[in-house]
């Protein structure tokens, strides 16, 4: 076994390794962690949830939706909730921190939206850059009241809501956090809601809703609902999370010898373009014993060695279907021969991170030449050397170049390496399962 080298102040050594080999497992996801807690907090009875992720992110919902009273109980990873309906919600005492969650924040704010309490929503340094005016701007039209700075785009945001009406909403950016926030909404509307995409997002959302009782539907990249609807207590199991299981998909690819195998997954088609674009550039990843679980379907992913090449990748419903994965896919074209070309990407500047210029720093730190294309990146495969890289304090830049380490030259350095406690604190451990020397 070939253990990572240890943390120092913050950074931590990633060693090449002969091999990568294994079963493992991920933890829960995300995504559906989020939707399963905000939708179990407005059910009326106890809800209760298995696998759920336990990270930073997950438990700033958590922390935000018991400040609205909501009785929360987690051991391990199972969690208790008990809900007493959307009108049960009480007036926080003080101001909500979203921390680092943009899911927590605009889910948040179309929760809060509902009712005729004051609230205020905050968050880290990093999250109050990111822009909230694609949901306050429909949940004003919804007649919500929301204030805050950049003309309401940037929290701090107060919120007072109640008296909401549904309405028939064209969202000009795909997003589906800003779908679910829409839905949460109307579920202390009155009438129809209606939400059209430019480009279908992921729809998590719509299938736990169904899984407890609302009557939805969809149609293209349309969602519709009758509002004021009460959703029944939940009582699912999370499926391993696609965007965590992606670090080991993407590093498997390139190490020199790989067979790994990541069991009970989640691959929501909204979810996993990232394996689309893989085999398209030669790699080897298989879904096996694919079936469905709380009405997601779930897989086993089996993933060898490949000899991956160069693609241009510009279909907008791809890169929606990939955009969290995107950093990564442009870490492991560093070992492709030819050029990638990623556009239609530029929602990669206003996550966590300036995506791309993290990326691109990152890759001409190891010895690989990138460029910066505004709305996406070039890059250079060749041999990556090993060097120092900035994560820029976000978890999926630090686990990207993780990744990259298995096949370089010398090692990488990654600083800031304990961001990945937002969304994946076992990384190391699991990373370590798999690493031999």
């Known amino acids: 076994m070939n253990d990572i080298a240890a943390m ?16 493992i497992a991920v933890p829960g996801d995300k995504s559906i962690s989020h939707r399963a807690l905000f939708i179990s907090a407005i059910a009326s009875g106890i809800s209760r949830i298995e696998h759920l992720l336990v990270a930073d ?20 990873t199972y969690a208790v909730i008990t809900g007493n309906g959307i009108d049960g919600l009480k007036e926080p005492s003080d101001i909500l921190n979203a921390g680092n969650s943009g899911t927590t924040a605009r889910i948040m704010l179309g929760l809060l939206s509902t009712r005729d309490f004051f609230s205020a929503l905050t968050g880290d340094e990093s999250l109050k850059t990111r822009p909230m005016k694609r949901i306050v701007t429909p949940l004003m039209a919804m007649g919500a009241s929301l204030d805050g ?11 007072r809501g109640g008296k909401l009406k549904g309405i028939h909403y064209s969202m000009p950016v795909p997003s589906a956090q800003v ?62 999370d696609f965007s965590s299981a992606a670090f080991f998909i993407g590093a498997g690819t390139i190490a ?28 080897s990843v298989e879904l096996l014993n694919t079936r469905y679980e709380a009405g997601e379907p779930v897989a086993d992913i089996h993933v060898v060695h490949s000899k991956l090449h160069g693609i241009t990748l510009d279909d907008r419903k791809l890169i929606v279907r990939a955009i969290d994965e995107l950093p990564l896919l442009a870490v492991i074209s ?4 030819g050029e990638t070309v990623i556009r239609n990407a530029g929602e990669l500047r206003v996550k966590e991170t300036d995506r791309i210029k993290a990326v691109v720093n990152g890759l001409s730190g190891i010895g690989i030449k990138a460029k910066d294309l505004g709305d996406g990146m070039l890059i250079e495969g060749g041999k990556v050397k090993g060097g120092s890289v ?46 031999h020397a």
């Open 8 to 23: 120092s102040g913050g950074t931590v050594f990633f060693r090449p390794v002969k091999k990568l080999e294994g079963r």
């Open 57 to 76: 992110d997950t438990m700033s919902t958590v922390n935000c939706l018991r400040m609205l009273g909501v009785d929360i109980e987690i051991k391990d």
């Open 149 to 159: 700075r950049d003309r309401a785009n940037l929290l701090p945001l107060s919120v």
């Open 179 to 240: 779908k679910t926030g829409l839905i949460m909404a109307s579920m202390g509307a009155r009438g129809i809601m209606t939400i059209t995409e430019p480009v279908s997002t992921r729809d998590h959302t719509e299938r736990i809703l169904k899984a407890s009782g609302v009557d939805l539907k969809s149609w293209d990249s349309t969602v519709q609902l009758a509002c004021a609807q009460k959703p029944l207590p939940l009582n699912i199991a999370v499926p391993g």
């Open 256 to 283: 020199a010898h790989s067979d790994i195998l990541i069991t009970n997954v989640g691959v929501n088609p909204g979810r996993t373009g990232l394996i689309d674009i893989l085999k398209s550039m030669g790699a």
């Open 334 to 337: 560093a070992y492709a021969h």
């Open 390 to 435: 900035s994560s820029c304090g976000d978890h999926r830049i630090a686990m990207a170049f993780a990744a990259a380490s298995v096949s370089s030259e010398k090692e990488i350095s990654i600083d800031n390496f304990d961001a990945v406690s937002i969304s994946f604190p076992e990384f190391i451990n699991i990373f370590n399962m798999l690493r």
